[in-house]
Nanobody, 124 residues
Framework: QVQLVESGGGLVQTGGSLRLSCAAS????????MGWFRQAPGKEREFVAA????????RYADSVKGRFTISRDSAKNTLYLQMNSLKHADTAVYSC?????????????????WGQGTQVTVSS
């Protein structure tokens, strides 16, 4: 099991930027695929981005492609999400997740370890 703790959320204006962090403890992250998901009020949790543990490949939801960047620092056991050109529609609770063999899986229930989430609010 991996323990995950997110940070970096907050209130930002439309067009602004934020960087989220996800610190991991427990097992070493290097063998886990990592992902970011978000849940807006009244909506289901949705996939945002993922990074593979082999080679560091990345993939994104169409809604954030070109604006968000996922990265990981294995030495620090930390996952990041750089969010630029933020829109009001990006307002949500953002959570990081970890699981082996889930890089291509966008379904939240397939990921086993989750953080508690961090609120991102983009004012319009």
């Amino acid at each position: 099991q991996v323990q995950l703790v997110e940070s970096g959320g907050g209130l930002v204006q439309t067009g602004g930027s934020l960087r989220l962090s996800c610190a991991a403890s427990g097992r070493v992250l290097s063998s886990y695929d990592m992902g970011w998901f978000r849940q807006a009020p009244g909506k289901e949790r949705e996939f945002v981005a993922a990074i593979s543990w082999i080679g560091g490949s990345t993939r994104y939801a169409d809604s954030v492609k070109g604006r968000f960047t996922i990265s990981r620092d294995s030495a620090k056991n930390t996952l990041y999400l750089q969010m630029n050109s933020l829109k009001h529609a990006d307002t949500a609770v953002y959570s990081c997740a970890a699981e082996r063999g889930r890089y291509y899986n966008s379904r939240p229930h397939k990921w086993g370890s989750w953080g508690q989430g961090t609120q991102v609010t983009v004012s319009s």
